[in-house]
Structures are given as structure tokens and as C-alpha cells.
T-cell receptor, first 111, second 114 residues
Framework: KQEVTQIPAALSVPEGENLVLNCSFT??????LQWFRQDPGKGLTSLLL?????REQTSGRLNASLDKSSGRSTLYIAASQPGDSATYLC??????????FGKGTSLLVTP | DADVTQTPRNRITKTGKRIMLECSQT?????MYWYRQDPGLGLRLIYY???????NKGEISDGYSVSRQAQAKFSLSLESAIPNQTALYFC?????????????FGPGTRLLVL
């Protein structure tokens, strides 16, 4: 069974800092790896999706990398803003339908 | 309007009651999913449906049932609610099983079973 671990569980940084969120997974036979953002009362929003054949994806200030052989992914957030405060979830898709989620990293960016 | 909607958004019920959570989508996707989220446990898949006639159990289906009434509607029922079913429930949709496709989530239903 795929196990997905996210470190750290919580993070507090001052505005403007660059930061890295980590995700590791145990089974490297993946379809893709996805990063979601969860805001209270608003469900999950997909941020980045990296297919198994890709090494990284970028969207604005976000960059996600994937090292399938080592079972690791990182989400890099540049120049953090208070609006980035949310819970960030890593999810791995193994079988074409089932997402296996980590427990998330709760991020607080202080002004 | 939101692409994936869930009703109700919040529900309090008592042990032993039957309740239904509803999900509707306007994205035209064939695939729909129900997840539950518990503090400290992440999201776990309850049921999924690839089309109206195809329904499958997920990781934690015991105590739940589903109905796919139409392509756009997927309901989750708790036949006899128990306190450990207190959780945040999410519906999601996706277009197909391609590796480049993500899932789109509703806003969630917060359920409290007393």
C-alpha cells in the first residue's frame, strides 16, 4: 500500500521568505504526483501535477519537483505572502484513479 | 457557480440515523469519488464511480453506500450513522484516467454524529 509522508506538519514563516515543503512516498510505480492547497470551507484546489515521466512543474511562484527513484517530491514557494497561508497536501496516483494523500503541511505566512 | 457542489455543507445527526450526502457536478466528467478526511489521517477514498453503471469500493467503504443517479450526481449514504463517521467528506470528479488529469473537489460536508 502506498504511504505518503509530508514534512513538516506545520510551518510558520515571515512574509517574503522562500520555503520548501517535502513529500515522500514508498511505491515508485506512480502515474503522477499532485500538490493541492486546502483552505477552510473551500475544499481542495489543484496546484501542480507532475506526471511520472516529468521532473518538475512550475506555476507562478510555485515549483514542484519529482524524484521518482528516491520517492521524493518538493514544493518550493518563492517570496511567500500571507495569502499563501493554507494546508498543502501531496497526493500520489498509482492506479489511474486512486489518490493517496499525505496528512498535509499547515503553512502560516505572517505579515 | 461552483463546478462541484455538495449538500448539505454541515450536518449534525444522531447515532443510528440514516443520512445522505449529495454531490453534483457541472464539469461533464464521467468519474466521481467520495473521500473522507479525519484530523491526523489525511483523505481516504470511500467509493468511486467511473460511469453511471460502474461503482467500486474504495479503501474504507464499510458502513457506507453510494448511488450514481446520473452522470452529474453521486450520493453517499450512511445507513446507520455512528460517531466514528464524524469527519469532513469530499466529493471529487475527474475526466478520465489519464496521467495528466487531476481531480476537482467540492467544498466538503462537515458531518457530526452524536
Amino acid at each position: 500500500k502506498q504511504e505518503v509522508t509530508q514534512i513538516p506538519a506545520a510551518l510558520s514563516v515571515p512574509e517574503g521568505e522562500n520555503l520548501v515543503l517535502n513529500c515522500s512516498f514508498t511505491d515508485s510505480a506512480i502515474y503522477n504526483l499532485q500538490w493541492f492547497r486546502q483552505d477552510p470551507g473551500k475544499g481542495l484546489t489543484s496546484l501542480l501535477l507532475i506526471q511520472s515521466s516529468q521532473r518538475e512543474q512550475t506555476s507562478g511562484r510555485l515549483n514542484a519537483s519529482l524524484d521518482k527513484s528516491s520517492g521524493r517530491s518538493t514544493l518550493y514557494i518563492a517570496a511567500s505572502q500571507p495569502g499563501d497561508s493554507a494546508t498543502y497536501l501531496c497526493a500520489v496516483e498509482n492506479s489511474g484513479y486512486a489518490l493517496n494523500f499525505g496528512k498535509g503541511t499547515s503553512l502560516l505566512v505572517t505579515p | 457557480d461552483a463546478d462541484v457542489t455538495q449538500t448539505p455543507r454541515n450536518r449534525i445527526t444522531k447515532t443510528g440515523k440514516r443520512i445522505m450526502l449529495e454531490c453534483s457536478q457541472t464539469k461533464g466528467h464521467d468519474r466521481m469519488y467520495w473521500y473522507r478526511q479525519d484530523p491526523g489521517l489525511g483523505l481516504r477514498l470511500i467509493y468511486y464511480s467511473f460511469d453511471v453503471k460502474d461503482i467500486n469500493k474504495g479503501e474504507i467503504s464499510d458502513g457506507y453506500s453510494v448511488s450514481r443517479q446520473a452522470q452529474a450526481k453521486f450520493s453517499l449514504s450512511l445507513e446507520s450513522a455512528i460517531p466514528n463517521q464524524t469527519a469532513l467528506y469530499f466529493c471529487a470528479t475527474s475526466e478520465s484516467g489519464q496521467a495528466q488529469e487531476t481531480q476537482y473537489f467540492g467544498p466538503g460536508t462537515r458531518l457530526l454524529v452524536l
